[in-house]
C-alpha cells in the first residue's frame, strides 16, 4: 500500500493546481492509495509509524526539502519501507538528488520504482543523510571509532560530520557517496587574515569514519539540516543500506 | 604500484588543496577509496588505521597505518609509527616506517627511526637517524647520523 503524507506546503493556494493533477496521475497510474495531510496536531513520525503498521509499503513525502528529510527520519527505523517523494515546487535539493522532478511527472518516476539503498547516520534516534553540524567551541573532541581522537589546534573550528555532506545548508557541491558506508568528519579551520588583507583558508580535514563520539567541555548544540537533535556527548554511527529511496535515472545520488 | 605523480586541483568549502594522486584513482567515484586529510592545524591522537590515501600536515601521535599511500607534508610532525604502500615524507617522522613499496625522503624531511622499504629515493638534505632495510635483500645498513 502506498501511503502519501501532505506536508503543509500543499495546502498553499497556489499549489492547489499542481495538487490536482499529481492526484489525477497517481490514479491513472494505480498508485493511489492512504492520504494523510499534516496540521499542527498531528506529527509526522506518529503518522508515518502508524501508516507502517497498517502494511504500508511505502511512504511518499509530498512536499518540500524539509518534508523529505523528516520523513526520512521517520521511515528509517523500517528498512522493508521504500521512501518516495514528490516535489512540489522546482529547484528542491532532494529533487535534484534523487533524480526526482516536481509535480505529476514525479509520480511516473514512483511507479517505476527505481530504487537506491542509501546509508544513514544516526545520532540517538534521528536519521540523516546529509550532514551533522556541532556548534563550535575550542574544547570539542572527537574519538573515531574507538581507536583515535582529533582535536583542532585553531579554537573555534567547525566540526561536521557528512554522510554525503550538507546538502541543504551550504548547497549541493562535492558529494560523498551514500553507500560506502563510512561518515566524513570534517574539520574547517577558520579563515586567517593574509599580509594583504585577503582571507587565507586552510584546508579542511577529512576523516573517514563509521562511529564518532564528540565531546566537550560544555554541552554543545548537535544540528541537521539546521534543526537542533542532540547535546554533546553524543555518539553518531553509520547504517549502511539504511533506507531504500525511490530515484530517478538523472539523480545525482552514488 | 601508484605513481604520486599528477597534481589536480580540486575546491571544497570554497578552499583548495592538492591530491597528488594518478589520475586513474581520481577519475572514477566508483573506484576511489575513502582518504583522509589532517591539515596543518589538526592533531590525531592514538591508533590510526586507513583504508585509503592519506596527506598528513598536521599532527600525529601513535601510529599510522594504511594499505594505501601516505603524504607526509612538510610542516607535519608524526611521532608514531609509519606503515603504507607509498610513502612521501617531506616532514618530520618520530617512529619506524615500513613501506611495502617506495619510500621518498625529499631535502625538508627528517625521519628519527627504523625504515623497511623496498625501494627508497632520498634527496640532499634529508635527515635520517635510525637502521635502514631496502629491498628484499636481508642486508642492513647502519645509518648512524647522516647530514
Given at each position: 500500500m502506498f501511503f502519501y503524507l501532505y506536508d503543509k506546503v500543499t495546502q498553499d493556494k497556489k499549489l492547489e493546481g499542481v495538487l490536482t493533477q499529481v492526484e489525477h496521475r497517481l490514479i491513472d497510474l494505480g498508485i493511489n492509495g492512504r492520504v494523510e495531510k499534516m496540521s499542527v496536531f498531528k506529527n509526522m513520525r506518529e503518522l508515518i509509524e502508524d501508516a507502517i503498521k497498517r502494511d504500508a509499503h511505502t511512504v511518499v513525502a509530498v512536499g518540500n526539502d524539509a518534508t523529505f528529510s523528516k520523513a526520512l527520519s521517520a521511515v528509517a527505523p523500517y528498512p522493508a519501507v521504500s521512501l518516495g517523494f514528490i516535489p512540489m515546487t522546482d529547484g528542491t535539493v532532494f529533487g535534484r538528488l534523487l533524480g526526482i522532478p516536481s509535480g505529476p511527472a514525479a509520480c511516473d518516476l514512483l511507479s517505476k520504482r527505481l530504487m537506491v539503498q542509501a546509508d544513514l547516520g544516526r545520532i540517538?534516534?534521528?536519521?540523516?543523510?546529509?550532514?551533522?553540524?556541532?556548534?563550535?567551541?575550542?574544547?570539542?573532541?572527537v574519538q573515531c571509532d574507538g581507536l583515535y581522537s582529533i582535536s583542532a589546534l585553531k579554537p573555534e573550528t567547525p566540526i561536521r560530520i557528512d554522510n554525503?555532506?550538507?546538502?541543504?545548508?551550504?548547497?549541493?557541491?562535492?558529494?560523498?557517496?551514500?553507500?560506502?558506508?563510512?561518515?566524513?568528519?570534517?574539520?574547517?579551520?577558520?579563515?586567517?587574515?593574509?599580509?594583504f588583507s585577503r582571507k587565507v583558508g586552510e584546508a579542511p580535514s577529512v576523516f573517514p569514519v563509521m562511529r564518532a563520539k564528540i565531546t566537550a567541555n560544555e554541552s554543545l548544540s548537535v544540528s541537521v539540516d539546521g534543526e537542533v537533535v542532540a547535546k554533546t556527548p553524543c555518539e553518531v554511527e553509520i547504517i549502511p543500506k539504511a533506507v531504500k529511496l525511490i530515484v530517478g535515472k538523472d539523480r545525482l545520488l552514488r | 604500484m601508484t605513481v604520486l605523480s599528477d597534481l589536480v586541483v580540486s575546491g571544497i568549502d570554497n578552499h583548495y588543496y592538492f591530491y597528488m594522486f594518478s589520475r586513474d584513482e581520481q577519475a572514477s567515484p566508483a573506484n576511489r577509496q575513502a582518504e583522509t586529510i589532517i591539515g596543518p592545524s589538526i592533531k590525531v591522537e592514538g591508533n590510526f588505521v586507513g583504508q585509503g590515501n592519506i596527506i598528513v600536515d598536521g599532527a600525529v601521535v601513535g601510529t599510522l597505518k594504511t594499505s594505501e599511500d601516505i603524504r607526509v607534508g612538510e610542516g607535519a610532525s608524526i611521532e608514531a609509527d609509519v606503515e603504507g604502500r607509498n610513502v612521501h615524507v617531506a616532514g618530520k617522522v618520530k617512529g619506524n616506517l615500513k613501506v611495502n613499496g617506495k619510500l621518498e625522503l625529499t631535502?625538508?624531511?627528517?625521519?628519527?627511526?627504523?625504515?623497511?622499504?623496498?625501494v627508497l629515493t632520498m634527496e640532499a638534505g634529508a635527515k635520517f637517524e635510525g637502521h635502514l632495510m631496502v629491498g628484499k635483500s636481508t642486508s642492513k645498513t647502519d645509518v648512524v647520523k647522516e647530514k
Open positions: 540517538q534516534k534521528t536519521f540523516f543523510i546529509t550532514s551533522a553540524e556541532i556548534s563550535t567551541h575550542s574544547s570539542v573532541s554525503i555532506g550538507p546538502v541543504l545548508t551550504q548547497g549541493i557541491g562535492r558529494l560523498a557517496r551514500a553507500d560506502d558506508g563510512l561518515l566524513e568528519v570534517v574539520l574547517t579551520p577558520p579563515s586567517g587574515q593574509g599580509r | 631535502g625538508s624531511s627528517s625521519i628519527s627511526g627504523d625504515v623497511d622499504t623496498e
